[in-house]
């Protein structure tokens, strides 16, 4: 059974910083792609970052590039979004997902919530 | 950046009724359009993928169609476990951008 797990969310004040990380099974971790995905409370969906199998390339959204930095380890079967400067609207649920061929996403985690409040 | 616009925003129906949403792009993306359903507190679920191939497992009352840049997801005859939020998404570039969302509640 593929299983994604999030896991270092919490409170953070203005300007801090967080890195996230999203533990993979059930699956060959190594030739997949992977996203992370956001939702602020009571909002829709938002996709901040993709990263090939091979760590090149990645891309981000405009609304956090230069301030996420988007890795894996395919050895630890691991992905992770070290996150910079976090501002107020980076509040929300960040989700990591597979990426399906580029067709959809076919698994997600079950989110970690992320609050950036002083 | 590839806008998603999506119709209606909020939508009231009933057990058994046809349902279509509508997701509209604001340049052509060669059919890389996903659907996904969302219950509240819950990850998004791959309903649909490349307009309209149904997802490994998704209940055939499912359906997406479509082309170039208006697509659609029908729900022939909506059940209990149907009532949430569905938006869409395209995957034809980067960002790859969501769609405002359809809430589906019961009538």
């Known amino acids: 059974e593929v299983q994604l797990v999030e896991s270092g969310g919490g409170l953070v004040q203005p300007g801090g910083s967080l890195r996230l990380s999203c533990a993979a099974s059930?699956?060959?971790?190594?030739?997949?792609?992977m996203n992370w995905v956001r939702q602020a409370p009571g909002k829709g969906l938002e996709w901040v970052a993709y990263i090939s199998r091979s760590s090149s390339p990645i891309h981000y959204a405009d609304s956090v590039k230069g301030r996420f930095t988007i890795s894996r380890d395919n050895a630890k079967n691991s992905l992770y979004l070290q996150m910079n400067s976090l501002r107020a609207e980076d509040t929300a649920v960040y989700y990591c997902?597979?990426?399906?061929?580029?067709?959809?996403?076919?698994?997600w985690g079950q989110g970690t919530l992320v609050t950036v409040s002083s | 950046d590839i806008q998603l616009t999506q119709s209606p925003s909020f939508l009231s129906a009933s057990i058994g009724d046809r349902v279509t949403i509508t997701c509209r792009a604001s340049q052509g993306i060669n059919n890389y359009l996903a659907w996904y359903q969302q219950i509240p507190g819950k990850a998004p679920k791959l309903l649909i993928y490349a307009a309209s191939t149904l997802q490994s497992g998704v209940p055939s009352r499912f359906s997406g169609s479509g082309s170039g840049t208006e697509f659609t997801l029908t729900i022939s005859s909506l059940q209990p476990e149907d009532f949430a939020t569905y938006s869409c998404?395209?995957?034809?570039?980067?960002?790859?951008?969501f769609g405002p969302g359809t809430k589906v509640d019961l009538k």
């Open positions: 998404q395209q995957l034809n570039d980067y960002p790859f951008t």
């Open positions: 059930g699956f060959i971790f190594s030739i997949y792609s």
């Open positions: 997902a597979r990426d399906y061929s580029t067709m959809g996403f076919d698994n």
